[in-house]
Structure formats: structure tokens, C-alpha cells
């Protein structure tokens, strides 16, 4: 292979079989070896260890801790440490100076800078640490130790996450690359969004290689595949690993792609990551995790006792307490970690729970469900790690409103995965509450259509229906309205061209919901 051919992008390669460092060898047995007691311990000795570290070397956090009465001396258990106020952009990263957010409050040391998307407001900035790539790297190789890849076959890497100042790509690069030093037989390419390059890379080189990788944004991955398809690329060729970040899905879409590109195991070779710009890559799908959720899926009371009383899918993860602590004060979401801007108690915007290991297990066990027996049928036994759990909804702000109720657009991504629509649809949606002329409120649809596609009256009005029934049956208070408001309640769609750039403009996020001024 010349990677002069490729000068635009970011090619490694090397033969040498899989040979972890030290560090990972070390990081790799700990996982397999530590019990859930162990985990425990060490995520406690972790949050008490960071904050008395940050409680001296971080000049705003001292600020922070004397603003709000705390003294350092007094925080000597776990219990005095739940006590301590969480942290929020609003009063602690945007109340300070950026260097006082920083190690000893200098802009001196080596690190790197990324930004949120700013979906929710203004951009914000994040310096990581090096400790961070090489933790995001660590989870990276677990994944692709406990999947159905071989650690001796030529494997491409194609990162399809943005590669600008968005966290998703590059350290999904460096996660990667970091492996490939490592000994694991990994090319990398890092077309990032540009799907054109994406599938001309599939086309011409792919077949050189016994493996492939895809990671990338779940519906921007899906319109890669089916336009690969489309071309007539066969994905059969090959031994396929899809990994995701950056949004949840449903174990629908997860079988869905699975299938088109020919994966066997969705358990092991589709997997999500829960990362963010603030601290790097906090939790991942296992085996077991997604087996979990499954099975919670088929089981509406063990469905309520673990995630509680409602019609979303939550990504459902496993986490290293020594790399990213989690809790979930109320239903919060507070992540802890040590980076180059160091976060304690951090409210990331996200809810949901936290449980450990044997806590799972024995929840579970109380609704006739035994995890390691379901585990070993499964055929994924040997890929059970004792890590903490945690399972997480996306932000309320990412559903709209109808007469008081939430409508988020998971039901309706479901409705459009149906075969009936796959072939002139995309998948993708948005949605939006306006009023009519007589100011009554109403759901509006936004959907994709694929290229060259538009959707039939027939078609439009049996997808309709299909809407309508499946946000009767998902959602009791849709279901209430719909009796009251009869045809109202009714959604509206619009369907649009390829890419149009108003709502499906490519290479950004999705914008699933959009609120009007």
C-alpha cells in the first residue's frame, strides 16, 4: 500500500502481531481480574484522591470550595464527599478565567484543546491530557479484544467523526494509533465526515485489508452503509466492527446495520461509546452491557426496576472508576476525572443511574433473571467484566413539546426503520412544535428522503398511521391526547430532498428536534 496515494489523510500501518505494553498488559488483567468489591474501593479512593488534589492545584476549584463553605480538611470520607456541591459550565467553568481551570492555573503544560458542539448554547472549550487519549485508548483495545475480530489480521480503522475542533474523531484517531504502536496490525484513515472519500476508500482500499472498523456518528454511519450498498460494495468481504459515539439508538437500528453489513454477533462487533468533549471517553458498551438491555427490553417490569418508568432506550455502559467516576444524585448524571482540566462532581446535562456490578446482578436475579446463565448462552462468559455500570437518557432538551407532553424522535426513528420505508427513506428526522392559524399546536415531521427517492401518497399516508400507532402504543399521554384531540393530534410531515440544507445538512449532527424562537 503507498500512502502517497492518500496525501489528504492519515494512513499507519504496520504487520507486527498484537503485542500490548506493559501499561495495557497491566490495565487488560486488572479488568479481567477485579471483582466488583474491587472496583468499588478503587472508585471511592479515586474521587477522594482527585479532589483533595484539585482542592490544592486548581486555582478555581479553591475558589469554588471557599465561595461555597467547604474546607478541604473536613472532606475525609465518601459520605462528606456526596456532600460537596456539583460543578456546571455555569458555576464553575464559566464563572472563572480559563488558566484558573487548569493545573496550578497555567497554560503551560502540554494539552489538548476541543470544543462542544454548542448545541445548547455557546461553544465550550476543554483541555485533555495525554493520561486521557492513552485511557481512551485502553478502552479501545478492550473492545476490540473481547469483539470477533482477529488480533493478527490486517485491520483498517476508518474514522467518519468530524475531524475539526469536535472531540470524536481525533481521539478516536489517537485511540487507534496508540494501539498500533502497541503491536495490533491497525491502518488508519481519517476521511472524517467526507463521505465521498469514505466510500471511495471502502471501494479502493478496503479490500486490501482482512478487517474493517467503521466508528462514526450512528446516522451519518447509516448513510455511509447505504449508499456503500447502493454502489454495490460488499461488506461480506470482510470482517466488520461498527463503532458509535455521541448518541443513543435502539437496539432495532443497532440489528439493523448489523445486518447490512453482515455482522453475527451484535454483541460483541456493534458498539457505543459514551464519550464528550469535557473529559474524553467515560463509558462503553460490553457484551454484557448490550445483552442487559436486551433482556430488560422483553421485560416490562425489569425494564421499570432498573431504568425506570419510561418509554425511552437508555445507552446502557460500563465504566473504569479509575479513568472516569460516575454518580447520579436524583437521576443527574455527575462525572469525575482527572484531565488537564480536571473535573469533580460535574453535571454533564445527561440523567440516569448508576449501579455496580453486583447490584446488577442481583436486581436482575429478583425478576428471574440470572445475567451470568443469559451470559453463557450468549456464548459471551469469558467477556464478562466486573466494572460498575451506568445507564444514561439523553437531555430533555433533545425531545419537543405537544399540549405539555414530551415527544422524543426515538418512536418515530423506530417507525422509520421499517422495511416498507428503508428503501426511500434515510432514517433521519426532525421535529418541531408550531401553531396554526388558530393557534392550536401541532407536531411537525421533518423527514429525509434518499436520493433520487420521494415518497408516494400512498406511502405518506401508511407511514402516518404507522406514526400515530406507534406514539399511541410508546406513550401513554400521547395516547390520552389522541382520544381528546382526535385528527389534532395528528403530526405533519414534510418530506425533503437529500441533503437539503436545512434540517439535513451534511456533516453536522442531526438535529432531531429544533425549537422555534
Not at 299 to 328: C, M, R, W
Amino acid at each position: 500500500m503507498r500512502t502517497s496515494r492518500l496525501p489528504a489523510h492519515t494512513v499507519r500501518k504496520t504487520a507486527a502481531r498484537s503485542r500490548p505494553s506493559a501499561v495495557s498488559a497491566s490495565f487488560l488483567a486488572k479488568v479481567h481480574v477485579n471483582g466488583s468489591a474491587d472496583w468499588q474501593r478503587s472508585d471511592k479512593s479515586h474521587l477522594l484522591a482527585l479532589f483533595k488534589k484539585m482542592a490544592i492545584g486548581i486555582p478555581a476549584y479553591r475558589k469554588f470550595l471557599r465561595e461555597n463553605g467547604i474546607r478541604r480538611e473536613a472532606v475525609k470520607t465518601i459520605e462528606d464527599f456526596s456532600s460537596v456541591p456539583a460543578i456546571t459550565k455555569q458555576n464553575y467553568l464559566r464563572k472563572y478565567s480559563p488558566a484558573e481551570l487548569l493545573w496550578n492555573g497555567s497554560t503551560c503544560s502540554g494539552h489538548v484543546l476541543t470544543s462542544t458542539s454548542g448545541s445548547t448554547g455557546k461553544p465550550t472549550y476543554f483541555a485533555r491530557s495525554h493520561e486521557v487519549d492513552e485511557h481512551s485508548s485502553f478502552i479501545h483495545e478492550l473492545i476490540f479484544r473481547t469483539s470477533s475480530l482477529k488480533k493478527d489480521k490486517s485491520t483498517l480503522v476508518i474514522v467518519c467523526f468530524g475531524m475539526g475542533v469536535w472531540i470524536g474523531g481525533l481521539i478516536t484517531y489517537q485511540a487507534f494509533e496508540l494501539m498500533g504502536r502497541r503491536g495490533y496490525p491497525i491502518s488508519i484513515l481519517t476521511p472524517g465526515i467526507n463521505k465521498a472519500e469514505i466510500l471511495k476508500a471502502l471501494t479502493d482500499l478496503a479490500p486490501q485489508y482482512d478487517q474493517v472498523i467503521l466508528a462514526g456518528y450512528p446516522p451519518f454511519l447509516k448513510d455511509v452503509i447505504d449508499e456503500a450498498l447502493a454502489q454495490g460494495f460488499s461488506f461480506a468481504n470482510h470482517r466488520m466492527m461498527l463503532l458509535f459515539a455521541a448518541e443513543a439508538f435502539t437496539e432495532t437500528f443497532r440489528e439493523y446495520l448489523a445486518k447490512k453489513v453482515g455482522i453475527e454477533n451484535v454483541l460483541t462487533d456493534a458498539i457505543n461509546i459514551y464519550g464528550s468533549a469535557d473529559i474524553g471517553s467515560m463509558a462503553f458498551e460490553t457484551p454484557l452491557s448490550i445483552l442487559a438491555r436486551r433482556l430488560a427490553l422483553k421485560d416490562e417490569k425489569l425494564f421499570a426496576d432498573i431504568f425506570g418508568n419510561t418509554t425511552k432506550t437508555p445507552t446502557f455502559a460500563q465504566y473504569v472508576p479509575e479513568f472516569v467516576s460516575f454518580e447520579a444524585p436524583n437521576g443527574e448524571i455527575l462525572i469525575s476525572g482527572d484531565s488537564a482540566l480536571p473535573l469533580l462532581r460535574y453535571s454533564i446535562g445527561d440523567h440516569g443511574g448508576v449501579y455496580t456490578f453486583r447490584d446488577l446482578v442481583e436486581r436482575y436475579k429478583a425478576h428471574g433473571v440470572d445475567l451470568m446463565k443469559e451470559a453463557q448462552a450468549a456464548g459471551i462468559r469469558r467477556q464478562v467484566y466486573e466494572l460498575p455500570f451506568v445507564y444514561v437518557f439523553e437531555r430533555i432538551d433533545l425531545a419537543t413539546t405537544l399540549y405539555g407532553l414530551q415527544v422524543y424522535p426515538e418512536t418515530i426513528k423506530e417507525v422509520l426503520l421499517n422495511k416498507q420505508y428503508v428503501d426511500t427513506l434515510t432514517g433521519k428526522l426532525t421535529l418541531i412544535t408550531k401553531y396554526d392559524d388558530n393557534q392550536d399546536q401541532y407536531l411537525e415531521i421533518n423527514i429525509e428522503q434518499k436520493p433520487k427517492k420521494e415518497v408516494s401518497k400512498a406511502l405518506e399516508s401508511d407511514l402516518l398511521a404507522e406514526i400515530v400507532k406507534g406514539l399511541r402504543e410508546k406513550n401513554s399521554e400521547y395516547r390520552e391526547l389522541s382520544k381528546f384531540l382526535g385528527k389534532r393530534a395528528e403530526p405533519k410531515l414534510i418530506f425533503w430532498p437529500y441533503e437539503d440544507p436545512l434540517y439535513f445538512k451534511p456533516g453536522t449532527k442531526q438535529p432531531w428536534v429544533v425549537r422555534q424562537a
